[in-house]
């Protein structure tokens, strides 16, 4: 079978799958989503007219032959002249199991055989189907270029160390912030909270009297606060709630203390027990390496890609049209306020 019908076999078969599926409830491994032109032998674009595919025996390798053949050559399952090796599994899915390899071989098998009855059945001259099986093609050359530029990114140990020496006052996985401990009872009014508050004195327990009392939803925690930074109390409680847990020591009983709710959710009233702080600390450079690598290479990898596209837009120059109704819909793209961490070169 020439290799235009064979590519047209295999991006046909997905298509009329979807179908069969829907049917049946059964659902091809999720590494296959798009995997159909990996086995083609070369993608091209599908003819208006295709001549019904003629029967051929299958090449199945005798018990000599697949003794001499490698584990990547190994014929996992075969059709006609088309053939799964361990090479294609390796493709599809690097390291698969004996499962996992069952799956593929099923669903290739199926794909085969369904892309065969689509072009008896027409569907190779239908211009949407034509038009997807083109554009999927298309998507997977894309998708293998885009993968071969980022994984030709390196990231430097100078630039690990720039990033480190650059951020580590406002990275807040290199500068770890305190964390403050406290359980809390939140009423209402000022008279509520300092009701709370007698009973504590009086040897009341104010985890106890938050489950009961506290209109927070920390209530189903006991009122308790645990490990949370100085910005996010702040954030939540206000400025003053804040302050009087800075001032406080371990065990100490603040209140009542007006709470400036975030997000303008009004005011209320808390008691509260400071339970402890745990300080704040600067994280070596070694303690954070891999994770200024991984944040380093994901954004190098993506500049990357995105460099070359503008570059691939800039040569294509007079060749790319865009209407006005699609350049009516283009926003100019805006850098998040909040982003302050600076990027080494």
Known sequence: MCCENAFRIIVLAA???????????EQKPATLAASEESIAAEPVVVPATAPEPEPVAAEVPSEEQAEQMGPEEEVIVSYGEKKLTMRHIEFLQPKADAKTIKKIADWWLTTQLLAEEAVKRGLDE?????????????????????????NAVQVSEEQLRDYYEENKEADRQINEPAKLSFTHVASKTLEEAQQVLDKVKAGGDIAALAKELSIDYDKRK???VKNAT????????GGEFLNAILYASEGD???????????????RYEVARFEG?????????????????TRLERAAKEKAVQDLLKSLEEKAGDKIFRS??????????????????????
Do not use: W
């Open 230 to 237: 100085e910005t996010s109390v702040s954030r939540r409680f």
């Open 277 to 293: 702080k745990v300080p704040g600390r600067m994280k070596s450079f070694e303690e954070v390496k891999d994770y200024i690598k």
């Open 126 to 150: 239908d211009p949407a189907v034509r038009l997807r099986a083109n554009l999927r093609a298309k998507k997977m050359y894309a998708e293998g270029l885009k993968e071969h530029v980022r």
């Open 253 to 267: 009983i603040i209140g009542p203390v007006k709470a400036t709710l975030g997000m303008g959710k009004g005011e």
């Open 222 to 224: 006991n009122g308790a």
């Open 15 to 25: 298509l009329l799958m979807g179908v069969v599926s829907c049917q049946e409830g």
């Open 324 to 345: 006005e109704q699609i350049l009516k819909q283009e926003m100019p793209v805006r850098e998040s306020p909040t982003q302050r961490i600076r990027m080494p070169r």
